[in-house]
């Protein structure tokens, strides 16, 4: 039982580069989301979906592109990273709001 | 935006002392979440609790919903419960579903 997985798990880009987080979960989940977390702030929204083919912006979603293809896979699209964007990026997962899971986090540096 | 505040930001103790992290928040809520970062960045969610307390081995967990205030205690701490515990809340910043994350208290326990 994998849970939630994320692809990769480092990456460093320069800035004006693209990349494309990946993040897949297999407990059947409806509901899928994407933080980031920085140093001296809590996690924070960048994305949700609460289906296939719906999305909902969050607290920070500038900079960011998302796509739900179908239940388990979310991914996360920077077009042109910027060093602001360098972060440890989550994603989650929740069937219900009550319990959620997350993934291992991606450690992504933008020079 | 529901402002999420923890104290204390960093806390040291010696194996076996009873420990209590508290969480404030700005605007009324159905339910808190309590989750624990571990040092290598995993998240995992302990609690999910709307009213009074719930426990879980030596984990407790209060919240009065009136005052808008909870707290985590750790009872017979032991150097494996070190790491970041965080509070989140309900996300209520617009058509997003997710949590709004408290910054962490950082948990140290020395054997």
């Known amino acids: 039982n994998a849970g939630v997985t994320q692809t990769p798990k480092f990456q460093v880009l320069k800035t004006g580069q693209s990349m494309t987080l990946q993040c897949a979960q297999d407990?059947?989940?409806?509901?899928m989301y994407w933080y980031r977390q920085d140093p001296g702030m809590g996690l924070r929204l960048i994305y949700y979906?609460?289906?296939?083919?719906?999305?909902d912006k969050g607290e920070v979603p500038n900079g960011y592109n998302v796509s739900r293809l179908n239940k388990r896979e979310f991914s996360l699209r920077l077009e042109s990273a910027a060093p602001s964007q360098t972060s440890v990026y989550f994603c989650?997962?929740?069937?219900?709001?009550?319990?959620?899971?997350f993934g291992s986090g991606t450690r992504l540096t933008v020079v | 935006k529901n402002e999420v505040e923890q104290s204390p930001q960093n806390l040291t103790a010696q194996e076996g002392e009873f420990i209590t992290i508290n969480c404030s928040y700005s605007v009324g809520i159905s339910a808190l979440h309590w989750l624990q970062q571990h040092p290598g960045g995993g998240i995992v969610s302990l609690f999910m609790l709307s009213s009074g307390k719930k426990k879980h081995g030596r984990l407790i967990a209060t919240i009065n919903i009136q005052e808008k205030h909870s707290s985590l205690h750790i009872t017979a701490s032991h150097p494996r419960d070190s790491a970041v515990y965080i509070c989140?809340?309900?996300?209520?910043?617009?058509?997003?579903?997710?949590?709004?994350f408290g910054k962490g208290t950082h948990l140290i326990i020395q054997p």
């Open positions: 989140a809340v309900p996300y209520s910043g617009g058509g997003a579903d997710g949590l709004t």
């Open positions: 407990m059947n989940h409806n509901s």
């Open positions: 979906s609460a289906s296939e083919g719906t999305t």
């Open positions: 989650a997962s929740s069937a219900d709001r009550v319990g959620y899971t």
